[in-house]
Nanobody, 116 residues
C-alpha cells in the first residue's frame, strides 16, 4: 500500500519560514520523481517544485530563490523548505510521487496559511 504523508504545515507570519516533509512508503522511493504542488480553492493545482531521482530540481517562477526542495532517499522523505513566505503562498500543499507518468501517487495535503 502506497502512502505519502505530509507534515509541517501551519500558520506563519509574512516573511516567516516553514519546512514541509513528505514521508513515503510502499514505493521504491529512490527511483521516483518527487514533487510539491499547491492548490487554492477554486484554482487548479500547480507545481511548486520537483526533484528527480538524480537530484535535479525545478521550481515555479513564483518560488524561485525562496523555496528549496530536497530528498533523503535513506529516509524516503522529500522536503520543501519555504522561506520569505507571503500571503500568496497560502494554499494546501500536496506531495506527489511519479514514475514514468504511469505510477502516480498523491498525499492528502497540508495547509499552509501565511497571515499576520
Amino acid at each position: 500500500q502506497v502512502q505519502l504523508v505530509e507534515s509541517g504545515g501551519g500558520l506563519v507570519q509574512p516573511g516567516g519560514s516553514l519546512r514541509l516533509s513528505c514521508a513515503a512508503s510502499g514505493i521504491s522511493f529512490n527511483i521516483y520523481v518527487m514533487g510539491w504542488y499547491r492548490q487554492i480553492p477554486g484554482k487548479q493545482r500547480e507545481l511548486v517544485a520537483r526533484i528527480t531521482n538524480s537530484g535535479s530540481t525545478n521550481y515555479a517562477d513564483s518560488v524561485k530563490g525562496r523555496f528549496t526542495i530536497s530528498r533523503d532517499n535513506a529516509k524516503t522523505t522529500v522536503y520543501l523548505q519555504m522561506n520569505s513566505l507571503n500571503a500568496e503562498d497560502t494554499a494546501v500543499y500536496y506531495c506527489r510521487a511519479n514514475l514514468w507518468q504511469k505510477w502516480d501517487y498523491w498525499g492528502q495535503g497540508t495547509q499552509v496559511t501565511v497571515s499576520s
